[in-house]
């Protein structure tokens, strides 16, 4: 913060508990015109130190609601993994069943995992483009129950056209899942709640779409290739130690 907008700052302030509390202050009415004068003097002078305060207080908001994004996203329970359970990297990606960049991401996900024994690869289930992605994202928490997820997903992600209550019963029976035990922990409330946990997270982190990617500080969105997110893990791979 610039000196201009700290004396600012304090000035105001100062007029702040004067107003609330005068006798505390022990300044008299004469005093408080005069505090008030010298300061519209000044802003007068200084006709971008309001502009500069709104500046700040709105980059100390975003930052805050940065923060506290990041903070939610990295609650993970029960949502679907893939990768390194316990690996000490972790990307987390915002996704959708009936997004074809998310389809089109799959390989080099993929990949990435194959060349990142300590990598930890969060699915955020992320239905945003009609009610079958979200049928569609609950039997993919449902799948992670049976300890059956990456086989259901990667089926999923393969399967081309318009998903469909049938489609998603198919790639579960292919990858051996008791679908009536999925069917009945997709139609759980504590499915629900992940799901409305990560939209929450995605509000937070301004992420309104998909594939989206968090990684460390860093929120990607869009498609992402395989050289940046290899440079964002060895990045945060540094930091680690």
Do not use: W
């Not at 505090?35 to 500046?55: H, M, Q, S, T």
């Not at 990598?119 to 945003?128: A, D, H, S, T, Y």
């Not at 997270?201 to 779409?209: D, F, Q, S, V």
Request: aromatic share 6%; hydrophobic share 40%; glycine share 6%.
């Amino acid at each position: 913060m610039n000196m201009k907008l700290k004396f600012f700052s304090l000035s105001l302030s100062v007029i702040l508990i004067i107003i609330a509390d005068p006798l505390r202050a022990e300044i008299n009415n004469k005093m408080r015109s005069e505090i008030r004068k010298e300061i519209e003097i000044y802003i007068k002078n200084n006709p971008g130190i309001i502009r500069d305060a709104l500046v700040s207080l709105a980059e100390r908001e975003e930052q805050d609601q940065r923060k506290k994004g990041l903070a939610k996203v990295q609650v993970t329970e029960g949502d679907p993994i893939m990768g390194n359970p316990d690996g000490k990297l972790t990307i987390y990606t915002f996704s959708d069943y009936n997004c074809g960049y998310c389809k089109r991401m799959l390989k080099t996900l993929q990949t990435l995992i194959a060349k990142n024994a300590d990598l930890r690869l969060v699915i955020k289930e992320f239905p945003i483009l009609n009610q079958l992605s979200v049928t569609a994202a609950k039997a993919g928490i449902a799948a992670q129950r049976q300890n059956k997820f990456e086989s259901f997903h990667i089926g999923m992600m393969n399967y081309r056209g318009q998903v469909t209550q049938q489609s998603i019963m198919n790639v579960a029976k292919e990858a051996n899942i008791d679908l009536d035990q999925l069917r009945q922990d997709m139609n759980a409330f504590s499915t629900t709640k992940i799901i409305d946990r990560t939209r929450n997270a995605a509000l937070a982190l301004g992420i309104n779409g998909t594939p989206g990617f968090v990684i460390g500080n860093t929120i990607l969105p869009g498609l992402v290739d395989i050289k940046r997110l290899q440079a964002l893990i060895e990045n945060e791979r540094k930091k680690k130690g």
